[in-house]
């Protein structure tokens, strides 16, 4: 799906049309946040089983994700 979408982030105008959470979706994908993102937002059992592990690897990467675009600063 992100590589359909990809597909419009070289035309605004199509861009414009696109949801909201797709937008969102490119953006997170876009700035590398795509595990992080799919961490905290869509985890099923087997990936929560996986979540102490890639968090004492990318504690960084997951910190970043929650400060930029979970809390981000106004």
């Known amino acids: 799906m ?3 979408l990809n ?3 070289d035309n605004a105008e199509q861009l414009k049309r ?3 959470p797709l937008r969102f979706l ?3 994908q876009k700035a590398g946040y795509l ?3 799919v961490l ?3 985890a099923n059992q087997e990936l929560i089983q996986d979540y102490a592990s890639y968090r004492s690897a990318d504690r960084e990467k997951l910190r970043r994700y929650l400060d930029e675009f979970v809390v981000p600063k106004i």
């Open 2 to 4: 992100l590589v359909v």
């Open 7 to 9: 597909a419009y982030q």
């Open 18 to 20: 696109l949801d909201t």
């Open 26 to 28: 490119m953006n997170v």
């Open 35 to 37: 595990e992080p993102f």
């Open 40 to 42: 905290f937002n869509r």
